[in-house]
């Protein structure tokens, strides 16, 4: 299965500002998943990068809060904008592998102050 | 639409007593399973999935799970818990067609005690 390495582990950050998340794969990979876990909650999915074209939100979730690069297929960022304390959660990515092997990253655990 | 409802937050169980997490599954076609693991601080660690097949899925760690398809459940079950099983247990679905994301479930806090 695929080996993701996500980062930053952990950050804490000002109100206003914003957060790039990168995750880099040893492998290439068709999709991408980007999630948030709000402390004491669930997975819940923000978007889906496909390779060369847009990314597709979930309802709730919009580029211009959270943008999303997919430049090539074992690299992908997502950017948490005009951070609020509402934003502080674990973000994770995931990629789909073969026979419909989901893998994930590490995670990143982000604070908003 | 997809879904997963786990119905226990918490589920407490002796060292050496076999464990059962609970786990259904709502969906319009043909499910996809899957049973992941939380410890804190790390991401999640794949035990588990159901494609097709066997009803019964061993997975990693010696954890198993059944598929039933009647009663729209998959359940995670492990004949002897260790204290080291202690986490956070996800069930997740998605459909055998469409979107390829995971649905989570809600997640199970298991707490084995010594």
């Not at chain 1, 923000?46 to 999303?68: C, H, L, M, R, W």
């Not at chain 2, 409802?5 to 786990?23: F, H, I, R, S």
């Not at chain 2, 986490?87 to 707490?111: I, K």
């Amino acid at each position: 299965s695929a080996v993701i390495s996500q980062k930053p582990s952990r950050d804490i950050c000002q109100r206003g500002t914003s957060l790039t998340i990168q995750c880099q794969v040893d492998s290439q990979v068709t999709m991408m998943f980007w999630y948030r876990q709000q402390p004491g909650q669930s997975l819940t999915l923000i978007a889906t990068a496909n390779q060369g074209s847009e990314a597709t939100y979930e309802s709730g979730f919009v580029i211009d809060k959270f943008p999303i690069s997919r430049p090539n297929l074992t690299f992908s960022t997502l950017t948490v904008s005009n951070m609020s304390p509402e934003d502080s959660s674990i973000y994770l990515c995931s990629v789909r592998g073969d026979s419909d092997g989901y893998t994930f990253g590490s995670g990143t655990r982000l604070t908003v102050v | 639409a997809q879904s997963v409802a786990q119905p226990e937050d918490q589920v407490n169980v002796a060292e050496g007593n076999p464990l059962t997490v609970k786990c259904t599954y709502s969906v319009s076609g043909n499910p996809y399973l899957f049973w992941y693991v939380q410890y804190p601080n790390r991401g999640l660690q794949f035990l588990l999935k159901y494609i097709t097949g066997d009803n019964l899925v061993k997975g990693s760690y010696g954890f198993e799970a059944e598929f039933n398809k009647s009663q729209t459940s998959f359940h995670l079950k492990k004949p002897s818990a260790l204290v080291s099983d202690s986490a956070l247990y996800f069930c997740a679905v998605r459909l055998d067609t469409g979107r390829r994301a995971l649905t989570f479930g809600s997640g199970t806090r298991l707490q084995v005690q010594p």
